[in-house]
């Protein structure tokens, strides 16, 4: 063993950091938490303080815990000093904290260190070893003082769901408050009432082209109201209401000469945008490239912990990815002003750095999201990287790379032409020189709201001078309605989040996919809408625990964190200061519920065998439809809310199933119904039990399964006739008669196993990959990962070649044996023809 033992988070990091300390370390994973408060119980003694107690995790079908532990004191037995590598955040620190009681030996006692990194970088990991640190109380108490209040809201408050609403709900300190926002922007968007408006366009001609457009942006004294406004007008505002004022105006216009009455030309600069901040990442990969949340912060987590870069081996690509600070270490900004000047040229390179002014609480420990090397293009990375981690990584370093540059300018025009008492406007706008935009532009929705009318100004205007008379060449009017507020996307989301300080960093993604997951919100076209669910669990809490449910208390409660991180505020005060509140809120929301029966959800469905209202009730698998009869009329069914457009997630697939129509059973011909069981949503055949036939529903984006197809062919085992299915790892034929006869067709390549003289068969892996094996398996364990071709080796007279396709070579034969060099490519790859099937292409 080696003399230090150094312990992070995953496996990647691992592997990467393990390359640039040397043969004196060893580096292990603790994947993740190793304690946590206990499942079955509050685990937090309020009377005493709110003293917590910690438990191993125990293990799962995914991870063995005992034996991660076991290993890792194993090892920090046999090593002189134990460095502690997690992540450098509250949840880091925590498991830092957590390691060091767990796995340290008492005795002898052993020197532990916390070491910590924003990039994973051969500089930055040795510089980081060579100023090892004690782990950090505050952020230990921090992260603590999170996870106990998170544990009292869930486990007081959730009891209070089951015995009003039923199943097993649950309620969450901050994600209770996204949910609210989502819940009270639908309720604006229902209360919303339309109004019309219109707008005057006039198209005119100057002595020089191009013809373009003009707005009615004055009549008299009053500018025309043309997008969001009040009942009650400005005395210096006129609305235009009804198509017969617009027509009224607009035959007036067309009697009217078109004057210039004023040019003005100005130079308007745009500066570019800080580099990411974790929020600003997620929405901008949202808007561009539509991913979620989740997803946005897994593929970073990758990029951050090291891609395998070909001899180089894994390699850091970018910082820290969970942070909220803007600054950026004085070494990357030499290193980007460097790379600007030599590649775009002195024009696009300021003065001096850029610097950007962070949020007030952003922790400025870390930096900006940024590549650890700016030298390493996207174009360099393109075969290397997966499709979504170069997609990420460009975004990254573009906008990295863009924010050490110049302005991009723009000369910008507004002419206004008189037409008696009516005053028309046309703004344009030219791109003079680009700066910052030649490598990098936000996505729509971010650019900031000096800009929003970009679109509409970025275009040409003719040369005109003060008192030309114009051509008029058309007058038309054009309606609008008042638009309501857009629902909320995980982009808009997460930024009013951000907004209104409520969540951090490392907790937004959480937040998207708790709400999701809990079925209070689902996605219809990327947009949140709540679920009735999610309506009425909102109502019931906020009618309790509206002063702790709320975006101001919330975001309190986010400040008092970071004092505790920061050291200046106690914990265990922090904690009696809520639970105070909290305490209060409970006992009224006890008194509430006593003589309240349990809420039902109303639908406007109708019950099928008495006529009355269907509402959704919850039992031990979740929602389903109830007759409002009950117990006169106990019919029940499966809850079909899933509109569509849905995004879905798996546990929710079967709720639009109910709206389509369902095939007939293939085995019996009765009736599919949609049922639920333990792993969800699926259909079953009516005919149960006689026939145990299923169908599964589609996941996701995924086709529909599609029912069996009969074949012509009879199966060898019963007789029966043969279908065609769809399986885990794609289509297959098998006996209809499933499961009574298990019989499945292999495809096979008529080339005979060498070991027991059966036929090699197509088979997939558990991960969709496909390699060959012998169909007498498991008696003979024959496999190949490359097909296997009935050739015998011309070089060496081996009994078989085989065949692969690359990048670089495209398909080729070639001879397993390790004495023998044959290669060639494969022209046709039809070898049952008698035509040559290969070129003559050299051996090797």
Same mark, same amino acid.
């Given at each position: 063993m080696s003399k230090n033992l150094v312990i992070v988070e995953s496996p990647a990091k691992a592997k990467t950091i393990n390359k640039y300390l040397g043969q004196d370390y060893t580096v292990l994973a603790s994947i993740g938490h190793i304690k946590d408060l206990p499942m079955k119980d509050l685990g937090v003694d309020v009377e005493n303080d709110f003293e917590p107690t910690y438990e191993v995790i125990p293990d799962t079908k995914k991870r063995n815990n005992k034996k991660i532990i076991s290993e890792l004191k194993k090892a920090a037995k046999t090593s002189e000093a134990i460095y502690l590598a997690a992540d450098p955040d509250r949840e880091g620190e925590a498991i830092c904290q957590h390691l060091a009681e767990e796995i340290v030996p008492k005795k002898p006692v052993r020197p532990v260190h916390r070491v910590m990194f924003n990039e994973?970088?051969?500089?930055?990991?040795?510089?980081?070893?060579?100023?090892?640190? $004690?782990?950090?109380?505050n952020l230990v108490d921090a992260q603590q003082t999170r996870r106990i209040l998170d544990r009292l809201v869930g486990y007081k408050v959730s009891p209070i769901l089951w015995k009003t609403i039923g199943g097993r709900l649950s309620a969450g300190r901050v994600q209770t408050v996204a949910v609210r926002l989502v819940v009270e922007r639908e309720r604006e968007i229902e209360a919303f009432i339309k109004t019309e408006y219109w707008s005057i366009i006039a198209n005119l001609s100057a002595g020089l082209p191009p013809n373009f457009d003009s707005k009615l942006y004055k009549v008299e004294d009053k500018t025309v109201k043309s997008s969001k406004f009040d009942e009650d007008l400005k005395s210096t505002e006129v609305h235009i209401k009804t198509s017969d004022e617009a027509d009224a105006i607009v035959s007036e216009a067309r009697k009217e000469d078109f004057?210039?009455?004023?040019?003005?030309?100005?130079?308007?600069?745009?500066?570019?945008? $800080? $580099?990411?901040?974790?929020? =600003?990442?997620?929405?901008?990969?949202?808007?561009?490239?539509?991913?979620?949340?989740?997803?946005?912060?897994?593929?970073?987590?990758?990029? @951050?912990?090291?891609?395998?870069?070909? #001899?180089?081996?894994?390699?850091?690509?970018?910082? @820290?990815?969970?942070?909220?600070?803007?600054?950026?270490?004085?070494?990357?900004?030499?290193?980007?002003?460097?790379?600007?000047?030599?590649? @775009?040229?002195?024009?696009?390179?300021?003065?001096?750095?850029?610097?950007y002014k962070g949020k007030k609480d952003a922790q400025d420990a870390h930096e900006a999201i940024r590549p650890t090397d700016v030298n390493r293009t996207p174009e360099s990375l393109a075969n290397k990287l997966g499709p979504d981690e170069l997609k990420l990584y460009r975004l990254i370093w573009q906008r990295f790379v863009a924010s050490q540059m110049t302005a991009a300018v723009f000369d910008q025009t507004t002419i206004d032409i008189r037409a008696r008492r009516f005053l028309f406007r046309a703004t344009g706008s030219v791109l003079k020189f680009d700066g910052f935009l030649k490598v990098y532009e936000e996505a729509a929705e971010t650019k900031r709201a000096e800009e929003k009318n970009d679109e509409e100004e970025e275009r040409n205007l003719p040369a005109v001078r003060e008192g030309e008379k114009l051509k008029l060449n058309s007058v038309t009017p054009e309606q609008h309605f008042t638009e309501p507020p857009p629902r909320y996307s995980e982009a808009t989301l997460v930024k009013a989040l951000e907004e209104k300080g409520i969540g951090r960093p490392s907790t937004y993604a959480a937040i998207m996919t708790t709400i999701q997951e809990r079925e209070y919100v689902e996605k219809v076209e990327s947009r949140f809408h709540p679920t009735p669910l999610g309506v009425t669990v909102n109502d019931l809490l906020i009618e309790s625990f509206d002063d702790i449910f709320n975006t101001a208390y919330t975001a309190r409660m986010e400040e008092a964190l970071d004092e505790i991180e920061d050291g200046k505020l106690d914990w265990r005060s922090a904690l009696h200061g809520f639970y105070n509140k909290f305490s209060k809120d409970l006992e009224h929301a006890a008194e509430s519920i006593k003589n309240k029966k349990k809420t039902s959800i109303p639908t406007d469905e109708t019950c099928e065998k008495c006529g009355s209202g269907m509402v959704i009730k919850f039992g031990r698998f979740g929602q389903f439809l109830a007759c409002a009869n009950y117990p006169e009329c106990k019919n029940t069914r499966e809850v079909g809310t899933k509109r569509a457009g849905s995004d879905g997630d798996p546990e929710a697939q079967g709720k639009a199933a109910e709206a389509e129509e369902v095939p007939p059973c293939e085995l019996c011909g009765k009736e599919m119904a949609l049922k639920k069981g333990r792993f969800g949503s699926f259909y079953g055949c009516t005919g149960y039990p006689e026939c145990k036939n299923i169908r599964k529903i589609a996941k996701g984006d995924q086709k529909p399964q599609a029912p069996p197809v009969p074949l012509d062919e009879i199966c060898p085992k019963d007789g029966a006739n043969l279908v065609r299915r769809h399986g885990?790892?794609?289509?297959?034929?098998?006996?209809?008669? @499933?499961?009574?006869?298990?019989?499945v067709k292999r495809e096979t390549l008529g080339v005979a196993c060498? =070991?027991?003289?059966?036929?090699?068969?197509?088979?997939? #892996?558990?991960?969709?990959?496909?390699?060959?094996?012998?169909?007498?398996?498991?008696?003979?364990?024959?496999?190949y990962w490359d097909k296997p071709v009935e050739k015998a080796c011309p070089n060496c007279s081996a009994p078989r070649l085989f065949e692969k396709t690359t990048k670089r070579d495209g398909t080729v034969h070639y001879c397993k044996n390790e004495d023998c060099d044959y290669k060639i490519a494969v022209v046709n790859k039809d070898l049952s023809s008698d035509s040559s099937a290969e070129a003559n292409a050299p051996a090797g």
């Open positions: 994973i970088t051969k500089n930055a990991i040795q510089d980081a070893f060579k100023d090892p640190k $004690p782990v950090n109380k004057i210039v009455d004023s040019v003005a030309t100005k130079e308007r600069r745009r500066n570019p945008t $800080p $580099p990411f901040i974790t929020s =600003k990442l997620q929405q901008d990969a949202s808007r561009k490239f539509g991913f979620p949340v989740k997803k946005t912060m897994m593929v970073a987590q990758k990029l @951050y912990e090291g891609i395998e870069l070909g #001899s180089e081996g894994a390699v850091g690509l970018i910082t @820290y990815m969970r942070t909220d600070s803007t600054r950026v270490s004085d070494a990357a900004l030499n290193e980007v002003r460097g790379f600007v000047g030599t590649e @775009y040229g002195d024009r696009y390179l300021p003065e001096k750095a850029n610097r885990r790892f794609g289509e297959f034929i098998s006996c209809s008669n @499933y499961p009574k006869c298990d019989f060498e =070991k027991c003289g059966g036929e090699i068969a197509v088979k997939k #892996s558990r991960r969709g990959k496909v390699f060959y094996g012998c169909v007498n398996y498991p008696k003979c364990d024959v496999v």
